[in-house]
């Protein structure tokens, strides 16, 4: 399907306009924002970052990553792996379908629809690069703006695993821009642990 600028900014206001509807708000430089549609400004800001010529799908996967995160809170699944990974899965398809709606009205194909969904879902994480680019972005976002905070409501053992977990499912070229991020130190020293641990 041939690029058409108009049709992207469409999908991506009414992207925003729907992760506008967030009733949680963080606040950023003094701002208040619904808190998923400055996740996906974050996002998107990376994505530009490490690929500035990203496809149409790629940016519009990107900036659907959390569309609508808050109608599925984690609450509503039981505690421990298993309900996380329940959750999770559930979210994947949600996001897709979600989105899904948005690239339809607007004139999206069913090809294009599908490569978002598949990003969206995670799947061909090592053999698919706009999916593990996706991943990347979604990583270097948790790194740079929710790990510290996540970090102090687990003990040290549980932020470790989680930050090797993440680091493995980054690409070298995530991994290097991870390196380079300016974190406080307590998010350093945390991170230099995890990664003298992986080695």
Known sequence: MSEDPKRLEDALRLIDEANSEDPNTESFE???YPKELLYSMRMTRWLETIEPQASE?????????HIRRWEIPRSDYPLGRKGYHQWRTRLYDYHGEKAAEILEKVG????TIARVRKMLKKQGLKSNPETRTLEDVACLVFLESYFWDFSRLHDEEKI???LRKTWVKMSARGQEAARELSLNAGAEALLNKALTLEN
């Open 30 to 32: 003094g701002e208040d």
């Open 57 to 65: 799908a790629l940016r519009l996967a990107v900036r659907s990553q």
């Open 108 to 111: 999206y194909d069913e090809e």
């Open 160 to 162: 470790i695993g989680i």
